[in-house]
């Protein structure tokens, strides 16, 4: 019988200096865990709590096999051990983030889907550009 498949984009964002490197090493843990994953440009945006802080963005799309409350666990678990935890979430420190926001054609997470910080890099991936929108890139 074959495995099933499953399409899915996740929001990676990081609010530290470091933020280009946490996206990366993003990247190789999706790259282990997917069967496949293709990252947008790397692209800043303005904090959506208005307290003027930039966070480095990127979206993933990936194909999986692991269903979606499963996968979503295994990236709450990666966050972790990168150092997201309830107090620096409380001092608004974001080592990662990483949300699955759509999932088989079915939008998980409305509120980040309709935000620039998801958005500019899904569109970057819809259109197959070979460069990234000009919207305050890193």
Not at 3 to 18: E, F, R
Not at 98 to 120: A, C, G, N, W
């Amino acid at each position: 019988m074959a495995v099933k498949t499953h399409l899915g984009y996740i929001g990676i964002g990081s609010n530290i200096d470091s933020g280009e490197k946490e996206i990366t090493l993003a990247l190789e843990f999706l790259e282990k865990n997917c069967d496949s994953v293709e990252l947008s440009r790397i692209y800043k945006t303005p904090s959506v709590s208005g307290d003027g802080s930039e966070y480095y963005n990127a979206v993933a799309r990936v194909v999986t096999n692991i269903e979606a409350i499963e996968f979503s666990q295994e990236l709450k678990r990666w966050e972790i051990s990168r150092g997201r935890r309830d107090r620096e979430r409380e001092i608004k420190i974001v080592p990662i983030d990483l949300d699955l926001v759509i999932y088989d054609d079915e939008v998980l997470r409305q509120r980040d889907f309709m935000q620039s910080y998801f958005t500019i890099g899904y569109q970057w991936l819809l259109s197959g550009a070979d460069h990234a929108p000009s919207e305050r890139i890193v």
